[in-house]
């Protein structure tokens, strides 16, 4: 079993960057994907960005341009870096790990992802 913990959420202004962090318990035991989700109140969860274990990243457009995902692999790290923030990107983000490296779009569900971590709240 795999535990996931998000970190780094915060309050930041308007334009301001946030990077999160997602720390495993254990590194995954076969080729994976792993994701970042958001949900704002009200809101349904949405895929924010995801990797795979070959390296190979996803992102939903609108965030693109502006949000950047990697993996440490030596540390079971997970990072999402956001920059150039707006309100609307205020949610908790969680992240989720789970296998089948050949699906791995943000398109994915977050049920899914067979680990999900609790979530990190970003207030912008």
């Known amino acids: 079993h795999v535990q996931l913990v998000e970190s780094g959420g915060g309050s930041v202004q308007a334009g301001g960057s946030l990077k999160l962090s ?10 994976y994907c792993m994701g970042w989700f958001r ?21 939903t ?3 693109k341009a502006r949000f950047t995902i990697s993996q440490d692999n030596a540390k079971n790290i997970l990072y999402l870096q956001m920059n150039s923030l707006a309100p609307e990107d205020s949610a908790m983000y969680y992240c989720a790990a789970g296998y089948n490296a050949d699906f791995c ?9 067979k ?5 990190t709240q970003g207030t912008v």
């Open 115 to 119: 680990y999900r971590g609790q979530g």
């Open 22 to 31: 997602c720390s495993a318990s254990a590194p995954m035991d076969s080729r």
């Open 61 to 63: 457009d609108s965030m």
């Open 39 to 59: 949900q704002a109140p009200g809101k349904e969860r949405e895929g924010v960005a995801n990797i795979n274990s070959e390296g190979v990243t996803a992102y």
């Open 105 to 113: 779009s943000t398109r994915r569900p977050f049920n899914t992802f």
